[in-house]
C-alpha cells in the first residue's frame, strides 16, 4: 500500500468490524484514491454496506495491533466535519422527518447531516445559492417546492443524491442507489451520476444491478462472507465466470455500449 499523500481518500488496513455480536468484516485492507470509481458487488449480507458505514463511521472497527481506518489522510474525525466532505445516499428512501419538508429544504439539510431543517439550524443566503445550483445541476429544478412525501421514488432518490452533494462532497458513497426505481427513473439516475463522475466526483456504488456499474467504474471490488475476494479492473473481474463464482449460481453476462448486463 502506497504512503497517504492528499489524493488518498481512504486507507483500511487490518479492519475487522462487528455488528452485534458477529464479525462482519474480516482482515479489510483498502486503498482509495480521491476521484476514483468504484463498484462494490456481493452476495446479500456479505458485508458491503458494512464496509460504507465503516467509511461513514456509523460502524467502528474492532481495535487490534496493526488495524487502521484513515480517511482523506487522518485516522481522527470530528463526524460533523466528516460528513460534509462525504456524500453518502443510503438505501433506504427518506425517513419521516424529511418527508414533511421541500425538495428545496432537503437539499438544504445536507449542510447540517440533519434529517429536517430544525428551527434553530442557520442556513446562510449562501447556503440557499448553493442548494439552488445543485438542484440545477441535477436536472430537478421542478422539486424545488415540492414536498418530499409527495415525490416519487427516483425523485426522491434525486433529492438524496443533491443533498449529498450540496457540501461539495469528493466522494459520494452510494448504497443501491437503484433500488425501487423505474427503467426511466434508473436511466436518469446513471445519466446524472455518469456527469458527476465525468466533473470529476469520486463514485463508490453498492449495487446488485450490474446494468448500474457505470461506464466510467473502472474499478470492481468483490466481497464475500465479509472479505474482500476480489480487487481490480472491471474489464478483468466482471466476467460471467467471476460473477458466478461470487453468487454462486451460473451468470450470463453481455456487455452493450460499455454497460454490463447479466442475468
Ligand atoms: N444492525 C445490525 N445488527 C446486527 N447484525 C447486522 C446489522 N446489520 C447488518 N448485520 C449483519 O451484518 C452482516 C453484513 O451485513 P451488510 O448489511 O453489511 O451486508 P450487505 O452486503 O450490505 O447485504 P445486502 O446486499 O443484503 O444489503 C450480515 O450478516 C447482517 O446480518
Not at 483500511?12 to 468490524?17: R, S
Not at 445543485?134 to 432518490?157: F, H, N, P, Y
Amino acid at each position: 500500500m502506497g504512503p497517504l499523500d492528499a489524493e488518498t481518500f481512504l486507507s483500511l488496513e487490518n479492519v475487522n468490524v462487528a455488528r452485534g455480536e458477529n464479525v462482519v468484516l474480516h482482515d479489510v485492507n483498502l486503498s482509495v484514491k480521491k476521484g476514483e470509481h468504484i463498484a462494490i458487488l456481493g452476495p446479500n449480507g456479505c458485508g458491503k454496506s458494512t464496509l460504507i458505514k465503516t467509511i461513514t463511521c456509523e460502524c467502528y472497527p474492532l481495535v487490534k495491533p496493526g488495524m487502521k481506518v484513515s480517511i482523506f489522510g487522518r485516522e481522527r474525525w470530528d463526524l460533523t466535519e466528516l460528513k460534509k466532505k462525504l456524500g453518502v445516499v443510503s438505501a433506504e428512501l427518506p425517513g419521516r422527518p424529511t418527508l414533511g419538508i421541500t425538495g428545496f429544504d432537503a437539499v438544504l439539510t445536507g449542510f447540517f447531516s440533519s434529517s429536517t431543517l430544525w428551527p434553530n439550524l442557520k442556513v446562510t443566503s449562501e447556503m440557499r445559492d448553493r442548494a439552488a445550483e445543485v438542484l440545477k445541476r441535477i436536472d430537478s429544478v421542478e422539486l424545488t417546492d415540492k414536498v418530499v412525501g409527495e415525490m416519487s421514488a427516483g425523485q426522491q432518490r434525486r433529492v438524496m443524491i443533491g443533498r449529498a452533494l450540496v457540501g461539495s462532497a469528493d466522494m459520494l458513497l452510494l448504497d443501491e442507489p437503484s433500488n425501487a426505481l423505474d427503467l426511466s427513473a434508473q436511466k436518469d439516475l446513471r445519466d446524472l451520476l455518469r456527469g458527476l463522475a465525468q466533473d470529476g466526483t469520486g463514485i463508490m456504488l453498492i449495487t446488485h444491478h450490474i446494468a448500474d456499474i457505470l461506464p466510467e467504474i473502472d474499478r470492481v471490488l468483490m466481497m464475500r462472507e465479509g472479505r474482500i475476494v476480489a480487487d481490480g479492473a472491471k474489464t478483468e473481474l466482471l466476467t460471467a465466470e467471476r460473477l458466478s463464482g461470487l453468487f454462486g449460481t451460473n451468470v450470463g453476462l453481455v456487455e452493450r455500449d460499455e454497460f454490463y448486463f447479466a442475468w
